[in-house]
């Protein structure tokens, strides 16, 4: 198990292939289109918290937020599947790709939302799930996204060593390549209400004083 816990190389990582995934292009919850950019208002940002499943309802279900889809980022095999990512030999991590308007929903109040929605202490894991596809990760496109995630993330660190947690270990990474995952893991818990979910948060919440 420990194995699993220990960043591969890009010298070791599995191939992958050229080919990208087959990929139904609408949003199975609000009918957007998963491959879009953002225009006018809307930005994208990357995000790691563990199960992608849990984590993308966690999004859509957000005021502001425009589409989501759940896919791999932060490693280095092309195009890869959800059974090499799980092996550990990718080098990815289940990332869910968050469009939002900017108008309505901060960048600041978004990554609040994802600090205190899963335990960013964990390392390589998220409680039962252990893997480096569990590690938490935030992948920004802009400078203002990078300034707001050290921001928030020295913002809960307060409040976690305050209550006895352990250091954050969250990476904060600009954007690479994002990879989208499989159909079947697209929306997974609108089409699987009854389905595995293991997001869960440290109980701990931002005060009035830090939300915009």
């Not at 609000?30 to 966690?58: K, Y």
């Not at 960013?120 to 203002?144: C, F, H, K, L, W």
């Not at 913002?155 to 600009?174: C, F, K, V």
């Not at 929306?187 to 005060?207: D, E, H, M, R, S």
Request: proline share 5%; hydrophobic share 30%.
């Amino acid at each position: 198990m420990l194995a699993k816990q220990v960043m591969i190389t890009a010298d070791n990582a599995l191939p992958g292939r050229t080919t990208p995934l087959a990929l139904n292009d609408t949003h199975f919850v609000n009918q957007t289109q998963l491959t879009a950019q953002p225009s006018n208002d809307q930005e994208v940002i990357i995000l790691g918290m563990g199960c992608f499943w849990g984590a993308e309802r966690l999004f859509w279900q957000l005021e502001g937020v425009i589409s989501t889809s759940v896919g791999y980022a932060g490693g280095f095999t092309p195009n890869p599947t959800y059974q090499e990512v799980c092996s550990g030999e990718t080098g990815h991590t289940e990332v869910v790709r968050v469009i939002y308007d900017s108008n309505l929903l901060s960048t600041q109040r978004l990554l609040n939302y994802f600090w205190e929605n899963h335990n960013p202490t964990q390392g390589m894991r998220q409680g039962n799930d252990i893997g480096t596809q569990y590690r938490s990760a935030i992948y920004y496109v802009n400078d203002e996204q990078k300034a707001v995630a050290e921001q928030t993330k020295q913002a809960y660190q307060d409040l976690l060593s305050h209550n006895d947690y352990d250091a954050i270990t969250t990476t904060i990474e600009p954007a690479g390549h994002y990879y989208y995952a499989e159909n079947a893991h697209q929306q997974y818990l609108a089409k699987n209400p009854q389905g595995y979910c293991g997001i869960g948060g440290t109980g701990l919440c931002f005060p009035p004083s830090l939300q915009d």
